[in-house]
């Protein structure tokens, strides 16, 4: 565990409320990248991103994504990383706010079996009814209330969607979205499934997958998704998980 990194971190949060309480963080399938070399490396802007992140403010995430992709450039160049990630995950309820901490590493010897990824598509979709965009919305509006401690967390949110990454109950702003999905997702199937495998943009690509899971057929979904492990974006990749 990044023990060291926790508590120095734990430490320099103790004076604010709002601050999460960090649980640990790790490093994730690398035989050549440990946590104490990361820290030793990277300690400064490590302290400087948990800071940011912890104070949840629009401008302060948007300035420690500034610093995520350093971070990971900098792990890579420890040497023999092929690949690395810095995942950051936040979990609230009404009495506690906690943080995790994760380096998702490839390293060079695995890269030819872990990272078996399609090159980027170069097409453009036409955004079906609105969805993709309406996705963003809603995406983006789950993450502030969740930032904000508005949503429970659970690990199975009710949504009449196969997966849905928010806990909308009570909350008439994403169920509204929910049941526009539910609606017209159906109905746009097939240019969903387009966008999600040819538009050069990530961020679409990524929505679709969320979207596509509105669909009634939830064997053919899933197969789907399956198909969409090899996406070169990590975020579609995810979404696709």
């Known amino acids: 565990m990044f023990k060291a990194l926790v508590v120095l971190l734990a430490s320099g949060f103790a004076g604010a409320q709002s601050g999460p309480e960090y649980k640990g963080a790790d490093v994730y399938r690398s035989k050549t990248v440990t946590v ?3 820290e030793k490396a990277l300690k400064i802007q490590l302290n400087n991103y948990l800071r940011l992140r912890a104070d949840g403010r629009r401008s302060a995430v948007a300035n420690a994504a500034k610093l995520k992709p350093q971070i990971e450039a900098g792990v890579r160049k ?8 810095l995942n950051y995950s936040e979990y609230y309820s009404s009495a506690e706010r906690t943080a995790y901490v994760t380096f998702d590493v490839v390293d060079q010897a695995d890269a030819k079996t872990r990272m078996p990824f399609e090159p980027a598509p170069e097409g453009r979709v036409a955004d079906p009814d609105g969805l993709l965009a ?5 995406s983006e509006l789950g993450q502030a209330l969740t930032r904000q401690g508005v949503l429970a967390s659970t690990d199975k949110p009710t949504c009449p969607a196969l997966y849905c990454p928010y806990n909308s109950s009570g909350n008439a702003q994403l169920q509204g979205f929910e049941s526009r999905f539910a609606e017209s997702v159906p109905k746009n199937r097939e240019a969903l499934l387009a966008a ?18 509105y669909s009634s057929d939830t064997a053919s979904v899933v197969e789907f998704l399956q198909s969409r492990l090899v996406d070169p974006s990590e975020d579609a990749r995810s979404a696709a998980l």
Do not use: H, M, N
């Open 36 to 38: 104490e070399r990361i």
């Open 78 to 85: 420890l040497g023999g990383v092929a690949f690395a990630r």
């Open 134 to 138: 309406a996705w963003q919305q809603y």
């Open 196 to 213: 999600a495998r040819k538009d050069a943009d990530p961020r679409k690509r990524t929505a679709a997958l969320f979207l596509i899971s």
